[in-house]
């Protein structure tokens, strides 16, 4: 009897530990389908990360937000970072990565995004226009390699959940997964990222900054791809270039030689049915002005 009620006491204080454990494991200040920042050097000792927020935020963004988080301190850390300088570091790389889930089922969705919803960066090299896209962009992805893109996507961001109870993750690359999904050729150049995103999704730091951009001096900046592994569940938001295994332009994320990162939403396009009543209203301006003109 005593023995059994000494099982039960140590198999009950087993589970409160595992369950305290559990608890802690998970990070409150990241979410499935988070946008996270990350920075990786080529030969580097450690990676650098930091949670955005959600990636829906930046979905719906309609105007600029800026300064969103300020990562200097991690940035310029010489000993877990990249040094004092590292805005003129031609080694140093940017990404950013989100997934919401890695199940293949095609029926359901969260926030109007099915299953395997990608949001992925590509490097711009040069400055462009603000609110416009300054990359080729993605597409072309079979149903296997969403699958494969979202599950090593995954295995990335997850380290900020598992491994963090902040919004930054700094990591040594023996235990990062970030410089696993994001590898470099031996002249230092990103080759396919998660498997499926042939030369690399990160933008390189350089000698100086390439431009301005939303009113900000750029060190780096990425475009923001959101690709779908599937069109089909009611209430998924569809929108201009989304097709399956296709990405449409969500906007850019910059950073300053201070560390500030910001997002730059795209300009809004008018819709063609505003776009003729605006052309129309133009020409019957312009024909009111000549009548009035011909007659004086």
């Known amino acids: 009897m005593t023995k059994n009620i000494l099982s039960t006491a140590i198999l009950a204080a087993a589970g409160v530990a595992l369950s305290a ?3 802690m494991a998970q990070n409150p200040n990241y979410a499935p389908g988070d946008v996270v920042l990350y920075f990786e050097q080529y030969l580097g000792s450690n990676t650098v990360a930091v949670n955005l927020g959600s990636a829906v935020t930046f ?3 309609t105007a600029n937000i800026l300064n969103i988080a300020n990562i200097g301190s991690q940035l310029s850390n010489g000993t877990t970072g990249f040094g004092s300088t590292w805005y003129d570091s031609t080694s140093l790389w940017m990404g950013a990565a989100a997934v919401r889930s890695t199940g293949t089922t095609t029926t359901t969705q969260t926030a109007g995004e099915p299953n395997r919803t990608l949001y992925i960066s590509q490097g711009r090299s040069t400055a462009g226009t603000a609110g416009s896209a300054n990359t080729a962009g993605w597409g072309g992805f079979s149903n296997g ?17 598992t491994q963090s109870v902040l919004t930054t ?5 023996a235990t990062s997964n970030f410089d696993n999904q ?3 050729n031996i002249l230092g150049q990103p080759v396919t990222s998660y498997g499926i995103f042939p030369g690399g999704v990160m933008a390189n730091f350089g000698a100086s900054n390439i431009g301005t951009l939303g009113g900000v001096t750029v060190e780096a900046a990425v475009d ?18 989304d097709g399956v295994g296709s ?3 969500q906007g850019t994320f910059v950073i300053n030689s201070s560390g500030d990162v910001s997002y730059l939403a795209p300009v809004a396009v008018p819709e063609p049915t505003t776009m003729g009543a605006t052309l129309v209203l133009g020409l019957v301006a312009g024909g009111i002005r000549r009548r009035r003109r011909a007659t004086a």
């Open 224 to 241: 923001l791809y959101r690709i779908l592994a599937t069109t089909n569940p009611a209430g998924t938001v569809i929108e201009s270039g």
């Open 182 to 184: 994001n590898p470099f």
């Open 169 to 173: 993750l700094v990591e040594g690359t």
């Open 145 to 161: 390699d969403m699958t494969s893109g979202a599950t090593n996507i995954n295995n990335a961001v997850n380290r900020v959940e």
């Open 21 to 23: 454990s559990s608890a």
């Open 59 to 61: 979905r719906n963004a």
């Open 247 to 249: 990405g449409s332009f």
